[in-house]
């Protein structure tokens, strides 16, 4: 089945550091771009970066520019995202997404991992 | 910027009922470039139509999308139980690879 399997979330305090994973499985990572999206508690979805298949093309929404850097090992079929300086309102659940490029679309999501920022 | 306005906010039917949600563009998009996607609590968000009118893999035909410019529109003809969530449209921009969703549409149960 494919599948995409994120994980790193936890409770941290302002100002600190956070790294997520996203595994994927039964289908060729490399050939993909992928994607974050994040949804604050009572809000909806927000896209947060973007990544092609080779890391040549690289984006990011303009809530988290300079603070987060997203990455991807396509030997390990994984993406990350390197979560910074983080502050209250990063609070989410966190989504990683496959591209379909055909589709213009993100056609298969993770179930998600939670990061809480709180003092 | 393009943005994605949603209406209504919330919309409440029951089973059976049709179901029409618009999402519309600050400026003019290509068709291709519009999907939109399902979403319940606690589960993945799910892709539903994608180049503004096309179905993904598995979605049932009762969910239908349309529109073209700035206006586009989700109808959901006969409402199963299962289809009350919360949906939004996104829009991508391959030239500066931005990818902003609507603010979403919650359909509720009447």
């Known amino acids: 089945e494919v599948q995409l399997v994120e994980s790193g979330g936890g409770l941290l305090h302002p100002g600190g550091s956070l790294r997520l994973s996203c595994k994927a499985s039964?289908?060729?990572?490399?050939?993909?771009?992928m994607t974050w999206v994040r949804q604050a508690p009572g809000k909806g979805l927000e896209w947060v970066s973007y990544i092609s298949s080779s890391s040549s093309i690289i984006a990011y929404a303009d809530s988290v520019k300079g603070r987060f850097t997203i990455s991807r090992d396509n030997a390990e079929d994984s993406l990350y995202l390197q979560m910074n300086s983080l502050r209250d309102e990063d609070t989410a659940v966190y989504y990683c997404?496959?591209?379909?490029?055909?589709?213009?679309?993100?056609?298969?999501w993770g179930q998600g991992t939670m990061v809480t920022v709180s003092s | 910027e393009i943005v994605l306005t949603q209406s209504p906010g919330t919309l409440s039917l029951s089973p059976g009922e049709r179901a029409t949600l618009s999402c519309r563009a600050s400026q003019n998009i290509r068709s291709v470039y519009l999907s939109w996607y399902q979403h319940k609590v606690g589960q993945a968000p799910r892709l539903l139509i994608y180049?503004?009118?096309s179905r993904a893999t598995g979605i049932p035909d009762r969910f239908s999308g349309s529109g073209s410019g700035t206006d586009f529109t989700l109808t959901i003809s006969r409402l199963e139980p299962e289809d009350f969530a919360v949906y939004y449209c996104l829009q991508n921009d391959d030239s500066s690879r931005m990818y902003p969703f609507g603010q979403g549409t919650k359909l509720e149960i009447k």
């Open positions: 997404a496959r591209w379909e490029l055909l589709a213009r679309a993100f056609d298969i």
């Open positions: 039964e289908f060729t990572f490399s050939s993909y771009s």
């Open positions: 180049g503004a009118s």
